[in-house]
């Protein structure tokens, strides 16, 4: 079949969505369908078999544009509708794949060129722009109509997670194929070596909680903070590990640890490199993802329980939607809970060995490559006749998965 994919991003860059956009472009490629990858300006050359890349050629001086609604990123938009269109007229794709904003030219060019389209659901437009965007609580019935819209005209629609899924259906979706995120890891046995520990000056024997991803305010870090700080004061023996962000917020953060007299027990390490993900993940003894907003599962959590380390969540959709209690520690998104959370885990060997143990082999059972690629099948195999192209019907490939990555822009 050829797809032609819209991706309103930079690519490839070590962050949620563009992680996501490069698995499924290896997949596709396994799978014998051929793409025309539209995407921004920005980020690292990627190559696959069957996938040609085009970069929307708008003004450097717009600088990156990072993820979430901005200015930038709709200006961006213009310079990837007019990469798109000259594509489409030029390939004449069987089937267009659209994440976010994208869907809405999708829907134009199936009323133009009738060409129907997948809308790949990483969130709600709608409640991210609210959530976001304060200011625009007044239009929020208008924002939802619009992507009910959307998601009555795919003929597939493929979020991310159940919680999505469950948006998708209520909006009239005709066919939904949940693409749940995968782990990414390239060796999830790898073993500690203390390199980080020595590094950190932290004791043998101390717990090393750890957050691995961007500090935007949805993630939670803040929470995060607050609930080891409480920690700390039950006297609970263990040091937090912050690993990635932007430089802006990475200064902001290592200000928090001086304000709230936590230096030398919390320590801000900035970015780590992508291919390096297992590494990082093998000296922490507790991995956490504090996430507060949003319904969609963090990518994060998949590699984190891969690792066979104990992971601490919110109790909130966009965890318990996936995972329960026997596989990993949920607490209540306040500082008291996670304080509590942390003071358990920290203090119990045998729980943290059962509950690793518990989210690895949850993990391996059903998001990973070879996971996704089924699901990218039973996603392209139930389209209608019309849309398959010879490609599809043939021989099962051979699954080669994407190199390792670290999730949410570690």
């Not at 976001?132 to 997670?161: D, Q």
């Not at 943290?352 to 490559?369: N, S």
Request: hydrophobic share 40%; glycine share 6%.
């Amino acid at each position: 079949m050829k797809i032609q994919y819209k991706a309103p991003h930079a690519f490839y860059v070590e962050r949620g969505t563009p992680i996501s956009v490069d698995y499924m472009m290896q997949s596709l490629s396994d799978l014998g369908h051929d793409v025309e990858l539209c995407v921004y300006r920005e980020g690292e050359t990627r190559s696959y078999e069957r996938v040609t890349i085009h970069r929307a050629g708008y003004p450097k001086r717009l600088g990156s544009i990072g993820p979430g609604f901005s200015v930038k990123k709709l200006i961006a938009d213009v310079w990837l509708i007019k990469k798109a269109w000259n594509v489409h007229r030029r390939t004449k794709p069987d089937i267009i794949h659209a994440g976010e904003e994208m869907v809405f030219i999708a829907m134009l060019f199936k009323r133009l060129f009738g060409t129907p389209y997948v809308y790949d659901m990483d969130s709600s437009l709608a409640q991210q722009l609210i959530e976001k965007k304060a200011y625009l609580r007044p239009l929020s019935r208008f924002f939802k109509w619009c992507e009910a819209r959307a998601i009555r005209g795919a003929e597939v629609c493929a979020p991310v997670c159940n919680a999505l899924g469950d948006l998708a259906r209520e909006a009239g979706a005709k066919r939904v194929v949940v693409l749940h995120d995968i782990s990414q890891l390239a060796d999830p046995d790898r073993a500690a070596t203390g390199s980080l520990r020595k590094q950190l000056d932290i004791p043998e024997g101390r717990p090393i909680l750890m957050y691995v991803g961007n500090l935007e305010p949805y993630q939670g870090v803040e929470l995060l903070l607050r609930g080891y700080a409480q920690a700390l004061e039950r006297s609970v023996d263990a040091d937090l590990v912050i690993v990635g962000g932007s430089d802006d917020d990475i200064a902001d953060y290592r200000a928090r640890v001086i304000a709230r007299e936590l230096t030398g027990r919390v320590h801000v390490i900035g970015r780590w490199p992508a291919d390096q993900l297992d590494e990082i993940l093998a000296e922490a003894d507790i991995l956490t993802a504090p996430r507060t907003q949003g319904i969609n599962t963090p990518q994060k959590i998949f590699p984190y329980m891969h690792s066979g380390r104990p992971v601490l969540l919110t109790d909130l959709v966009t965890h318990n939607q996936v995972v329960d209690s026997s596989i990993c520690m949920l607490a209540h998104p306040t500082p008291e809970a996670f304080a509590e959370a942390i003071a358990k885990l920290a203090e119990a060997p045998e729980l943290r060995a059962r509950l690793g143990a518990a989210g690895r082999a949850f993990v391996e059972a059903d998001f990973t490559y070879e996971a996704h690629c089924r699901r990218m099948a039973e996603l392209y195999g139930g389209l209608a006749p019309a849309t398959v192209s010879s490609a599809s019907e043939s021989a099962p490939p051979s699954l080669n998965p994407p190199a390792s990555a670290s999730p949410d822009g570690a």
